[in-house]
């Protein structure tokens, strides 16, 4: 009987389910032995070492054989799953929506560069002031603007804008730009003013800037004005003189023109600014308009000035008497002072402001004329002088004329 040298190693179970399982496997056909070289001995037993350690790294335990003589194989594993510690992240790439075609309308307002040629919004005015406002405009549309399109005034402050202005007489197809302009006036009130201005197409429809096709505009801000609004001294060369014999022609004026600047000797009267002049009252002057009547009797002299649009809180102020003789003393003047007044060039409308008889008395009289009747109106002026009699040394004057506010 051979007896088996015993390994290093101990047979650890699994050599023991190895060796039964080789025992039980008999070959057909040929005759088992019931010994076995020392060498196959060696052999199993680290083929069954080899085992045991593969089984250990997969996680398996061979067990003891059981009473029934089998043995059973458990699965133990060795790590515990570890769950993933981040949140998955979703994709960034958000699918982009389909493009959509947005079709360009017919008629449509851009804006050039820069929008505001002239008068930027807020622009300071002078009570009255006439000016022209010029927008640069592009053809934001697919049409063709013609000459049938026009600049309309729509809402807001109308500063005398016309009913329409012709955009163009050419044609300004879609993405060109052109300059259209307007001419406006400022009101007579200080306060800020904006109007609102739309085109107008060739079958009369408006149509403006965005989305929602909105006016575009022009804006200015009357600024608070005083002191002399208009000079009567320095408007004098500006007026239109006549003299005559009573009754008074406005309509020429005067039966006779005469011309600015005299001489001082015409017998048909003469108008004319002199300086340094000394007055009835004793005192020396600075600038002042004689108007010395036509030299008969019951002569008069006439100027008619340029048109002054009346604003809020005018009035007329001066000093009214003679120039006094060579010799500083008071010559025989005696005259009637008066001034008038037309809308516009309507003789319709003649009205008489005020009227002042006066002598040469050593003093000068001091006139005040409230204009507050005709705020917003455009006035004429006239200047009269009539020879209260005989014209002799009627050297009739006007000092420091003018309408204040």
């Known amino acids: 009987m ?48 080899a085992a045991q350690m593969t089984l250990s790294a997969a996680g398996l335990q061979a067990q003891q054989p059981t009473q029934q003589g089998q043995t059973q194989l458990q699965v133990q594993p060795s790590l515990t799953p570890v769950p993933p510690t981040s949140t998955p992240v979703p994709p960034t790439n958000t699918p982009l929506p389909t493009p959509t075609h947005t079709p360009i309308p017919c008629d449509h307002v851009d804006f050039g560069d820069p929008v505001d040629v002239t008068v930027p919004d807020g622009t300071d005015m002078n009570p009255g002031q006439a000016f022209t406002k010029i927008w640069r405009l592009k053809n934001g549309g697919s049409c063709t603007w013609t000459s049938g399109y026009h600049l309309v005034f729509v809402s807001g402050d109308n500063m005398g804008a016309p009913a329409a202005v012709q955009v163009t007489g050419g044609s300004v197809p879609p993405g060109a730009e052109i300059d259209v302009a307007v001419n406006l006036v400022a009101p007579n009130d200080p306060g800020v003013y904006r109007g609102y201005f739309k085109l107008r197409n060739a079958s009369g429809v408006l149509f403006g800037w965005g989305d929602q096709s909105k006016s575009f505009w022009a804006e200015i801000e009357v600024v608070e004005l005083s002191g002399v609004m208009f000079d009567f001294i ?10 005559g014999t009573t009754p008074l022609d406005f309509d020429n004026p005067g039966d006779t023109d005469i011309a600015y600047g005299g001489p001082d000797t015409d017998a048909n009267g003469f108008a ?3 300086d340094g002049q000394k007055l009835e009252d004793g005192k020396m002057t600075g600038k002042i308009l004689e108007t010395h009547p036509k030299w008969v009797n019951d002569g008069y002299i006439i100027g008619r000035y340029p048109a002054y649009t009346v604003g809020n809180g005018d009035y007329i102020k001066g000093k009214l008497g003679f120039i006094a003789k060579s010799d500083g003393s008071c010559g025989v003047g005696d005259a009637v002072f008066r001034i008038y007044y037309t809308v516009g060039n309507d003789m319709g409308t003649l009205t008489q402001l005020g009227s002042w008889s006066e002598t040469c008395d050593g003093a000068l009289k001091k006139i005040e004329v409230n204009l507050s009747a005709l705020k917003g109106k455009s006035v004429r002026f006239y200047l009269v002088v009539l020879a209260n009699g005989p014209a002799d040394q009627d050297w009739a004057v006007w000092d420091s004329l003018g309408v204040m506010r």
Do not use: R
């Open 272 to 274: 004319m600014v002199k």
């Open 2 to 49: 051979i007896q088996l040298k015993k390994s290093p190693l101990s047979l650890a179970p699994g050599v023991a389910l190895l060796l039964m399982l080789f025992s039980g496997c008999n070959l057909p056909g040929k005759a088992v032995s019931t010994q076995e070289p020392a060498g196959m001995i060696h052999t199993i037993a680290a083929q069954t070492v």
């Open 234 to 243: 320095s408007q004098a060369k500006n007026a239109d003189w006549g003299a």
